[in-house]
């Protein structure tokens, strides 16, 4: 069960895309298409922003969008706004019937 | 609408046991898988244990795994998770998260309860 791989820290521009990868395996994320993000808020419960690789929730900013090749699953956040300056989690089901996140990256918005 | 409401958390010393409760309202626990999650101070997201929602399977990270154990109050629509044999490791704000039924994620979380566990 060792953590999905994140860059520690993306930066952007607003009005820029970003992308944030996320890199697992053939047991997890090149496994299954049950890859999903997660934007938490210092000191907040985290929040579902993406699941089933690029499907949103209802109330999602379609500013957010997910991806996948291979073991590595991406997060894209188009049209970057300051409010986007926070932290993101992927996670992915894995063939143990466990989940996995990864370590986080902390998005700037210079 | 939906709630989860974890309680239970405080400071043990390595060793001990702790049991958090997870009150949920909005929803039937027995119709639903439910998570728990933790996070150690300025760390990141560490899933720790799972039950379906028909109470039976239950899986867990092999980091807890013979010293955690989830059960649940249906008549309550409430969960529970034992911690036993703490260590400092286990240190964290532990969530309760209900789960988006056949898509494998987390929609719904509680807003944490703090474990200290010191030496």
């Known amino acids: 069960q060792s953590a999905l791989t994140q860059p520690a820290s993306v930066s952007g521009s607003p009005g820029q895309s970003i992308t944030i990868s996320c890199t697992g395996t053939s047991s997890d994320v090149g496994g299954y298409n049950y890859v999903s993000w997660y934007q938490q808020h210092p000191d907040k419960a985290p929040n579902l922003l993406i699941y089933?690789?690029?499907n949103r929730p209802s109330g999602v900013s379609n500013r957010f969008s997910g991806s996948k090749s291979g073991n590595t699953a991406s997060l894209t956040i188009s049209g970057l706004q300051a409010e986007d300056e926070t932290y993101y989690y992927c996670?992915?089901?894995?063939?143990?019937?466990?989940?996995?996140f990864g370590g986080g990256t902390k998005v700037t918005v210079l | 609408q939906v709630q989860l409401v974890e309680s239970g958390g405080g400071v043990v010393q390595t060793g001990g046991s702790l049991r958090l409760s997870c009150v949920v309202s909005?929803?039937?626990?027995?119709?639903?898988?439910i998570h728990w999650v933790r996070q150690a101070p300025g760390k990141g997201l560490e899933w720790v244990a799972f039950?379906?929602?028909?109470?039976?399977?239950?899986q867990y990270a092999d980091s807890v795994k013979g010293r955690f154990a989830i059960s649940r109050d249906n008549s309550k629509n409430t969960l529970y998770l034992q911690m036993n044999s703490l260590r400092v490791e286990d240190t964290a704000v532990y969530y309760c998260a209900k789960d988006r039924s056949e898509s494998y994620c987390i929609d719904y979380w509680g807003q944490g309860t703090l474990v200290t566990v010191s030496s």
């Open positions: 089933e690789v690029s």
């Open positions: 996670s992915s089901y894995t063939s143990s019937t466990s989940w996995v």
């Open positions: 039950v379906e929602d028909n109470g039976r399977d239950k």
């Open positions: 909005g929803f039937s626990i027995s119709n639903y898988n």
